[in-house]
């Protein structure tokens, strides 16, 4: 059986597998949203609200806050009662298919089955100056009780922090002869983290000394498993994920790659 790119059926530890939004009493629909219109605060601007939360299809719409943000732009907080429904049993989420080893398993296996320590080269790339997601991943402390890469004896970790050049990346990648590279990027304005992470792929497949079983993982607050892989990556984490989290990953694809599973 594979790690990865498995579809499985989401939790269905719920009352009733078709649900919808829960305001103060199971099945009632209701909604909080909050959004700005480009519009001066008023009572104009407040049915305005309610006018586009009605065309969304919502009923018993409330506005319950609205607050002058500029001269023209308005902030709302509105309610309003949905009637669609969702049946969880038809929901598919591609996730990663392993185990989580922790710190102790981790290492364990890393030198009894592979017998030297993994490469792992990380970095925030282009123009993107957030390390936090980075950071929670390589540095010793870690991130919620769960120590980083720099901690892991059997893990030869190499955090290039923010902005580097997709092109110093490959370089690094390639000098350091690495077994895994993580890639985080935080700004996604205009899916620039998008254009930033293929250009990374397309620099890659033309770069001579790159290891041809290199595990590609990247990483952020709007990057899922599913989108990564779309991309060409081996793997994708999102917010809350934890160090032993991506280091399980890359052991298991390690072995299944050099087909030690």
């Known amino acids: 059986m594979g790690f990865f790119h498995k579809k499985e059926e989401a939790n269905l530890e719920h009352h009733e597998p078709v649900i919808t939004a ?3 009493q199971m099945n009632d629909g209701m909604v909080q949203m909050s959004f700005t219109l480009p519009t001066t605060c008023g009572l104009e601007s407040k049915e305005a609200a309610k006018l586009f939360v009605e065309k969304m299809g919502f009923e018993k719409v409330m506005v319950t806050h609205m607050e002058a943000i500029s001269d023209n732009f308005t902030f709302f907080v509105v309610y309003g009662k949905t009637n669609q429904h969702i049946d969880i049993r038809e929901i598919k989420v591609v996730r990663p298919e392993h185990p989580v080893f922790s710190f102790d398993e981790i290492n364990e296996v890393i030198e009894k089955k592979i017998g030297r320590k993994l490469v792992v080269v990380g970095a925030c790339i282009g123009s993107d100056a957030h390390t936090v997601g980075i950071d929670a991943i390589f540095n010793m402390k870690g991130f919620r009780h769960d120590w ?17 050049a997709v092109e110093d ?51 952020g607050p709007r990057i899922s498993f599913e989108d990564a892989i779309s991309w060409g990556y081996d793997a994708g984490f999102g917010p809350g994920t934890k160090p032993s989290e991506v280091a399980s990953f890359i052991v298991h694809e390690f072995l299944k790659r050099a087909g030690k599973n």
């Open 22 to 24: 829960y305001g103060d």
């Open 169 to 219: 990346l490959v370089q690094k990648v390639v000098a350091l002869n690495a077994d895994a590279v993580l890639i985080s990027r935080v700004v996604t304005q205009r899916d620039e983290h998008i254009i930033e992470l293929k250009k990374f792929l397309d620099l890659l497949k033309n770069t001579s000394g790159v290891s041809p079983h290199l595990i590609k993982i990247c990483g």
């Open 148 to 164: 980083g890469f720099e901690r892991y004896p059997w893990l030869s970790a190499y955090n290039l922090r923010a902005q580097v």
